[in-house]
C-alpha cells in the first residue's frame, strides 16, 4: 500500500497542472482572471516542441524517513521552553480560563494562516528560506537571511538555557536536593538572605554566580561550561547528517516529553493543595479581557511559542514529498503546540498548589520564565516525598523540549546556507554544522560569566521581538501580494489535491499582517517609551544602604543601560538590514527590479496579475519527489 510519502502510479502518469510549464520557462503568460489561468497555459503547452528534452531532476537533499519523522520534527521545534514556563503564567496572570478565549482566536487568525503558509512554502519551492524567497522575487531574498541570522542569535543562547537544566539533573543525583541549602559558612547578611528564600538565593549566587549588574563581568561557572559543551555535542549529534539524523532523534526526543509530563500531571494533581495552583490556573477573569494587554500578550504567545519567522518550518517542509496534505500537518502541529501548552499548565500550577500549601509562598507571585522552572517548581519538588526521582523527570523534560527546539532552529539556518546557496563549496555538511556548533559554544561561553542571565534577557528583548515580526510580515507579504494568494492556492492543490479554504487566503493577504503590524505598533512603542528591565542580584544588600540586611529582597528590576540598548537595537538592525539590503542590491543589478517588484503588488490588487510561473523549478518528474532544476540533459 503506497503511503503518503510514496507517489502511486496515477501520480507518476499525470499531466503536470496547466499553469506549469516544464517545458521552456523563458515566457512569460499573462492571466487576466483566475479562470483564464487553465486556457491560456493549455493553448501554450498545445504549441510546445515535443521534441523539447525534459529537464534533468536533481535528487540530492535527502528527504524525511517517513510522515511521522516530519509531524515530530514540528511538534518538537514548536513545543519549547515556553509552553510550560510562559503560557501558564500568562493564563493565570491574564484571567485564568478567560485568556484562552484570546489565545485561542489569536491561533485562528495568525499562528495557524502562518504556520499553514511557511509549511507550504517550503513544500512547495523544495528549498531553505533563502531560496524560497528569492524564487518569488529576488528582491525578498533578505527575507531568508535575515530569518537565517535571528535563527542564529537563538541558536547562541538558548541553548544556555538547555546547559542550566543539565546542572540541575545532575544535582539531583543526590538523595537530598541542595537546591534549598544554605552554607554554614555565608556572611551574616548572605545567610539571613538564604534562610528567607533558599531556592532563589541558590539559583543566583550557587548557580548563576550572577554579577550585581550588567557591567560587571565577573565570575565564571566551570560547571556551566561543561554542561554548555555537553548540549552542543548532543544538539551536532541530533543535527551532522541533517533530516536523516534528526528524524530518528525526534522518535525520543518529542515523544519522551509528554511520558514525563503526563507522570509528572497525575504526580502533580495527587499532591496536597494541588487544587489551590489549579483554581489560580484556570479561574475566568472575563472582564480582564477588556484589556488590551491580554489580547497583545496571546498573539505574541501564539506567534513566538509556533516558531514562525525562523525558517525552521520551511526548511522542515522542503524535505517533505511534494505530494502532500500541507494543510492537516499545518492544524496538527497547531494544535499539539496549543493543547500542550494548556495541559502543561496543570501540570506546572498543580505544583505550585502544593508550594503554597507547604507555606513557600503564594502562587500568585510567581512570575514567568527560568525563576518559575528553577526557584519555585525546583523548591516545591524538593518538598515531595522520592524528590530526586521528580527532580529528574522534571528537567529531563525541559532538557528535551529545549533540545528539540535548538537543532531545530539550527537545522533552519544551516539548510539554506548549505544545501541551498552552497555557500560553503564542497564542504560536507556534517563539517559545516560542526562548524557552526564549535563557533556558537565559544561565542556561549560569555553566559557562563556572571553576566550570562542578564544577556540572556537582552537577547530575548531586542533580537526575538521585533526582527521576528517584521520577518513574518515580509513573508505575508510575499506571498499575499507579490506571489500572490491565486498562485498559492494553485500550487497548494497541486500539492495535497485541493485548495486552502477562502478563510486562509484572506488571513494571508489581510487579517495575519494586520496584526503582525499592530503587535509590532505596540511592541515598538513600548520599547521606545520605556527602556526593557531585567532583573539584578543584589547580594541581599540595599544598594541605597548598603550596610543594610534585606532578606526579603535578593533582587530588584534594573532597566538596560543605555549601552545595552544600543547593542540590542543593532541586534535588530543585523536581523532586519538584509530585507531593504537586497531590495537595493537586486534593484542596482538588474534594471526594472523595483517597478516589477511594485507592479507585481499592484496586480495582485487588481487581481489582474502578471507572474513567471515557469521560473519555479519544484515540481517531481517521473515520479520523483524532487524538484526540477533549469538544466538540459
Not at 177 to 196: G, H
Not at 370 to 376: D, K, P, Q, R
Not at 491 to 515: H, N, R, V
Request: charged share 15%; net charge negative; glycine share 8%.
Amino acid at each position: 500500500m503506497a503511503t503518503v510519502y510514496e507517489n502511486s502510479a496515477a501520480d507518476q502518469t499525470e499531466s503536470p497542472p496547466p499553469y506549469i510549464n516544464t517545458v521552456t520557462p523563458a515566457t512569460n503568460i499573462n492571466y487576466n482572471n483566475d479562470r483564464d489561468m487553465s486556457s491560456a497555459k493549455h493553448e501554450q503547452l498545445k504549441d510546445s516542441d515535443p521534441d523539447e528534452k525534459p529537464l534533468k531532476v536533481k535528487d540530492d537533499r535527502g528527504s524525511w524517513g517517513n510522515k511521522i519523522e516530519f509531524l515530530l520534527a514540528c511538534i518538537g521545534l514548536a513545543v519549547g521552553l515556553g509552553n510550560v514556563w510562559r503560557f501558564p503564567y500568562l493564563c493565570h496572570k491574564h484571567g485564568g480560563g478567560a485568556f484562552l478565549i484570546p489565545y485561542f482566536i489569536c491561533l485562528v487568525f495568525e499562528g495557524l494562516p502562518l504556520m499553514y503558509l511557511e509549511m507550504a512554502v517550503g513544500q512547495f519551492f523544495r528549498s531553505g528560506s533563502i531560496n524560497c524567497w528569492a524564487k518569488i522575487h529576488p528582491m525578498l531574498k533578505g527575507i531568508g537571511i535575515g530569518s537565517v541570522a535571528v535563527s542564529i542569535m537563538l541558536c547562541l543562547y538558548y541553548v544556555i538555557v538547555i546547559a542550566r537544566c543539565f546542572l540541575y539533573l545532575f544535582l539531583s543525583f543526590t538523595k537530598d536536593l541542595p537546591f534549598t541549602e544554605c552554607a554554614e559558612d555565608l556572611a551574616a547578611n548572605a545567610s539571613a538572605c538564604c534562610v528567607k528564600d533558599k531556592a532563589n538565593y541558590f539559583w543566583w549566587n550557587n548557580v548563576l554566580q550572577a554579577s550585581t549588574g550588567l557591567s560587571e563581568v565577573e565570575n565564571f561557572s566551570w560547571e556551566l561550561v561543561g554542561c554548555l559543551v555537553l548540549a552542543w555535542v548532543i544538539c551536532y549529534i541530533c543535527v551532522f547528517k541533517g533530516v536523516e539524523s534528526s528524524g530518528k532523534a525526534v522518535y525520543f526526543t518529542a515523544t519522551f516529553p509528554y511520558v514525563c509530563l503526563l507522570i509528572l500531571f497525575f504526580r502533580g494533581v495527587t499532591l496536597p493543595g494541588a487544587d489551590i495552583g489549579v483554581k489560580v490556573y484556570i479561574t475566568p477573569k472575563f472582564e480582564r479581557l477588556l484589556d488590551g494587554a491580554v489580547w497583545l500578550d496571546a498573539a505574541t504567545q501564539i506567534f513566538f511559542s509556533l516558531s514562525l519567522g525562523f525558517g525552521a518550518l520551511i526548511a522542515f517542509a522542503s524535505y517533505v514529498p511534494y505530494k502532500n496534505y500541507v494543510g492537516r500537518d499545518a492544524m496538527i502541529v497547531s494544535l499539539v503546540n496549543c493543547g500542550t501548552s494548556v495541559f502543561a499548565g496543570f501540570v506546572i500550577y498543580s505544583i505550585l498548589g502544593f508550594r503554597e500549601h507547604k507555606g513557600a509562598g503564594k502562587v500568585e507571585q510567581v512570575t514567568s520564565g527560568s525563576g518559575l522552572a528553577f526557584v519555585a517548581i525546583s523548591e516545591a519538588v524538593s518538598e515531595m516525598k522520592g524528590a530526586p526521582v521528580w527532580a529528574c523527570f522534571f528537567f529531563i523534560m525541559l532538557i528535551l523540549l529545549g533540545l528539540d527546539s535548538e537543532f531545530g532552529t539550527l537545522e533552519g539556518a544551516v539548510t539554506p546556507l548549505v544545501i541551498d546557496m552552497k555557500l560553503f563549496g564542497k564542504i560536507r555538511k556534517e563539517i559545516v554544522s560542526a562548524g557552526f556548533a564549535i563557533v556558537l559554544c565559544l561565542m556561549g561561553l560569555l553566559f557562563c560569566t556572571g553576566i550570562g542571565e542578564y544577556l540572556v534577557g537582552l537577547f530575548d528583548s531586542y533580537a526575538m521581538n521585533i526582527p521576528i515580526l517584521i520577518l513574518a510580515l515580509f513573508e505575508c507579504i510575499a506571498v499575499g501580494w507579490v506571489f500572490g494568494t491565486d498562485n498559492m492556492s494553485l500550487a497548494i492543490e497541486d500539492m495535497q489535491g485541493s485548495k486552502p479554504s477562502k478563510f486562509f487566503t484572506i488571513c494571508w493577504k489581510y487579517i495575519s499582517p494586520g496584526l503582525l503590524i499592530l503587535i509590532f505598533f505596540i511592541t515598538f512603542v513600548q520599547q521606545m517609551m520605556a527602556a526593557p528591565k531585567y532583573t539584578s542580584f543584589i547580594d541581599c544588600v540595599n544598594s541605597t544602604h548598603p550596610n543594610s540586611i534585606l532578606p526579603t529582597n535578593q533582587t530588584i528590576e534594573v532597566p538596560y543601560s543605555i549601552g545595552a540598548q544600543i547593542a540590542g537595537w543593532i541586534i535588530v538592525i543585523l536581523a532586519i538590514m538584509p530585507i531593504p539590503l537586497f531590495m537595493i542590491i537586486n534593484r542596482k543589478s538588474e534594471a526594472g527590479q523595483m517597478g516589477a517588484f511594485l507592479k507585481s503588488i499592484a496586480n495582485s490588487v487588481r487581481k489582474d496579475r502578471e507572474y513567471n510561473m515557469e521560473s519555479l523549478y519544484y515540481r517531481p518528474q517521473q515520479g520523483h519527489d524532487s524538484p526540477v532544476v533549469n538544466e538540459k540533459v
